[in-house]
């Protein structure tokens, strides 16, 4: 069945880290650019970062320096490592293809205040 489940999210204070999950089973992952997306409340919906098949990366400039993407294609998962956090990177997050053509999964809520 293919879907998209991410994890990993919580409350943490400015400054903070946290590690997103994204599985991705079913769909072809490895063949595919990857992507985290990100909506915050009353925004669209934006692109964080995404990942070629082979693991060079492309960032925002909202969260480069800040933010690693990953995947392991043995294991059809992507991973964002969140590090220094800010109340501006509160929103949901959301995995799918760079092009979007996957279903949505419900992502996960990153909530970051003191």
């Known amino acids: 069945q293919v879907q998209l489940v991410e994890s990993g999210g919580g409350l943490v204070q400015p400054g903070g880290s946290l590690r997103l999950s994204c599985a991705a089973h079913?769909?072809?992952?490895?063949?595919?650019?990857m992507a985290w997306y990100r909506q915050a409340p009353g925004k669209q919906r934006e692109l964080v970062a995404h990942i070629f098949r082979y693991g060079s990366a492309s960032y925002a400039d909202s969260v480069k320096g800040r933010f690693t993407i990953s995947r392991d294609n043995a294991k059809d998962t992507m991973y964002l490592q969140m590090n220094s956090l800010k109340p501006e990177d509160t929103a949901v997050y959301y995995c799918?293809?760079?092009?979007?053509?996957?279903?949505w999964g419900q992502g996960t809520q990153v909530t970051v205040s003191s």
């Open positions: 799918n293809r760079l092009t979007q053509t996957l279903i």
């Open positions: 079913g769909t072809a992952f490895r063949f595919n650019t």
